[in-house]
């Protein structure tokens, strides 16, 4: 492997992540809530980096992390993380012996799970599993069936007596994660009420209480209970779109070569589009294997010489062409912003989400899983660090 140095002077690519703006949206949430906030750092942080953006999170207002797997969360406790950690996705089979000597906390979906993580707690020797009752709400995913719910706070209860459990929390999800008012979530907050009223009745007093993931947590602040599991928002994504939140990721790109092509040149793949005139083209070195979508083909554009031109012809895994225009400034190195926060022109994650008919979160966690050819670099604070 070569060093990040080393990289960095072979030029390319290169994606920054900001990990000012995440402080900045963390802030931003952590201000609309009076309870906790958990930071939702799954899948690697949405591509961020998850212990990166769990020790920007904690030092902007979150007071917990929050991942689906115990892979995840251990991974956290690797990288040194103390903060309360909610683990909610699990197979029966996992080893949550390993999650009690981790101080993870664990959400309980089922009695088969309780029965499992129960049995953890005993064989590690260490006392409780500390437990969040998952409920379904309304997705019909994870979590309890309300017919199901009174049976598992029951169970629940007994294992508190035999302590090898003691049920901290109790968590549900909204179906409409992309709609915050008020109206789309009555149904939801209604079903999590009458669970919260079932668990009290079973003797249960979970002192953390959450039901709300970002849309809800910045339009209907009577989801927000005692907590708030806030993903999407960090990474500037407001699903309901009611909040302006701050971009965290910027794709650029030094452009290989421009030529000039008469009318009637087939471009790229197919010759999925032909020149309609005399042009000038500029290729630019990112594709789809880049995080791209190339079901964008037809709508993108990229801010390159100082305005929006459009992607001409198929995005390829690596590559994609941009029409010029007859005369054109730009040159062979001159650097292309194919993503941007927006406020230069460039286009958004929003933006190339619209184009590949798909939600921002597809875009952001597409482009920060690509391969090592596009170089890393995270802030730290005002400076940027490559890795
Ligand atoms: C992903 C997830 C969240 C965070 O949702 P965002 O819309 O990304 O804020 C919260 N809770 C659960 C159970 C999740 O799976």
């Known amino acids: 492997m070569l060093t990040p140095d080393a990289a960095a002077r072979l030029g390319g690519p290169e ?14 949430l952590a201000e609309r809530v009076s309870g906790d906030l958990m930071a939702v750092v799954k899948a690697d942080g949405f591509g961020h980096g998850a212990a990166t953006v769990a020790r920007t999170a ?17 991974d956290l406790r690797a990288a040194g993380l103390t903060a309360p950690v909610l683990s909610w996705l699990n197979p029966v089979g996992a080893d949550f012996a390993a999650a009690v000597r981790a101080g993870v906390d664990l959400a309980v979906p089922s009695p088969a799970h309780l029965a499992a993580v129960a049995g953890g707690a005993q064989r590690s020797g260490w006392g409780a599993a500390r437990v969040h009752l998952h409920l379904d709400t309304g997705l019909a995913r994870d979590g309890a069936a309300p ?91 407001d699903p309901s779109g009611s909040t302006r939140l701050r971009p965290t990721l910027t794709l650029t790109a030094p452009v290989v070569s421009v030529r000039r092509v008469a009318a009637g ?20 070195p990112v594709g789809y294997a880049d995080g791209l979508p190339r079901t964008a083909t037809d709508h993108a554009e990229v801010l390159l010489g100082g305005r929006r031109r459009p992607v001409v012809g198929r995005i390829s895994m690596d590559q994609v062409v941009v029409d010029l225009g007859p005369c054109s400034p730009v040159v062979a190195g001159d650097v292309a912003t194919v993503v ?48």
């Open 265 to 284: 040149t087939g471009v790229g793949y197919g010759h999925h589009w032909v020149t309609p005139r005399a042009t000038t083209l500029a290729l630019v």
């Open 340 to 387: 941007g926060a927006g406020d230069d022109g460039a286009p958004t994650a929003a933006e190339w989400a619209r184009w590949a008919h798909t939600l921002e979160h597809e875009i952001v966690t597409g482009l920060c899983s690509a391969p090592p050819r596009v170089r890393r670099c995270v802030s730290t604070g005002s400076s940027w660090g490559t890795r």
């Open 147 to 237: 017919e199901e719910w009174g049976a598992l706070c029951r169970a629940a209860r007994a294992a508190e007596r035999e302590g090898t459990v003691q049920v901290v929390g109790v968590m549900g999800h909204l179906a409409l994660a992309d709609l915050g008012g008020p109206g789309a979530n009555a149904a939801g907050r209604a079903a999590f009420d009458r669970g919260l009223q079932v668990a009290r009745s079973a003797g249960l007093r979970p002192a953390h209480r959450h039901l709300a993931a970002t849309a809800a947590t910045l339009g209907d602040p009577a989801t927000h209970h005692t907590m708030v599991r806030v993903g999407a928002g960090l990474f500037g994504i």
């Open 58 to 74: 904690l030092a902007s207002g979150a007071g917990w992390l929050g991942v689906t797997s115990l892979v995840e969360a251990l």
């Open 15 to 28: 994606l920054r992540i900001d990990l000012d703006a995440v402080a900045a949206n963390c802030r931003l």
